[in-house]
């Protein structure tokens, strides 16, 4: 089993919906991230939170929106998402280090799928 | 552009015989990289990791070999076992948080 939550484990969304994607972890990690994975391909970096603020935004659309309320737990909000949008979403943590060199920890992910 | 690549994308192997995994980098300035095995269903799971002061880290059955010179990383298992298939990916970042992952390689045990 996985140190880290995501809920849920499958989501299936229309396009016009508002949803959200959780992910909690107990490890005492200050860092989280949002990775998306698409099939037969590598996680992709979306955000990355530091002490609970954003630090890192690959360009990610807008309908796409991140929120840290603790340094425990990390949301990801879902808005007119688009069919191509489909993917496994990935959320990890890791701890804060000198020089930031530290293992990611992954949860499970959520299957979303956006009709 | 920058990128962490894979020379295989599948690789079979007997029981009990050694597997070998490379990866390719192109970033001369990653100073971390690690070595993460993704199930089916699951997300990736840390195996291994080595910073760029090092060339060669062992860890239980697994060993990673960095050769900083011709920017090449290669996951070495020993007497692989059927629960050692996976995808197998490696991983680079450069001392801040933004990890970028390679393209992976299936591995697959033959019975």
């Known amino acids: 089993d996985t140190e880290v939550t995501q809920t849920p484990k499958h989501l299936v969304m229309g396009m016009t919906n508002k949803k959200s994607l959780k992910c909690e972890q107990h490890?005492?990690?200050?860092?989280m991230y949002w990775y998306k994975q698409k099939a037969k391909k590598p996680p992709e970096l979306m955000f990355v939170y530091s002490y609970e603020k954003l630090s890192i935004n690959e360009s990610v659309p807008s309908r796409f929106s991140p929120e840290c309320p603790n340094s425990s737990l990390l949301n990801l909000h879902l808005h007119a998402l688009q069919p191509e949008d489909s993917a496994l979403y990935l959320c990890?943590?890791?701890?804060?280090?000198?020089?930031?060199?530290?293992?990611?920890?992954f949860g499970n992910g959520t299957r979303l799928t956006v009709t | 552009g920058e990128s962490v690549g894979l020379h295989l994308p599948t690789l079979s192997v007997q029981e009990g015989d050694n597997s070998i995994i490379n990866c390719a980098y192109s970033n001369s300035a990653s100073d971390y990289f690690i070595w993460y095995k993704q199930e089916s269903g699951k997300g990736p799971q840390f195996i291994i990791d080595?910073?760029?002061?090092?060339d060669k880290r062992q860890g239980q059955r697994v060993t990673v070999l960095l050769n900083k010179t011709v920017k090449h990383l290669s996951l070495q298992i020993a007497a692989t076992q059927p629960g050692d298939s996976a995808v197998y990916f490696c991983?680079?970042?450069?001392?801040?948080?933004?990890?970028?992952f390679g393209t992976g390689t299936k591995l697959q045990v033959i019975p």
């Open positions: 990890a943590s890791s701890p804060l280090g000198e020089d930031y060199n530290s293992p990611l920890h």
């Open positions: 991983a680079e970042s450069r001392g801040y948080q933004k990890v970028t």
């Open positions: 490890m005492g990690h200050r860092a």
């Open positions: 080595i910073r760029s002061n090092m």
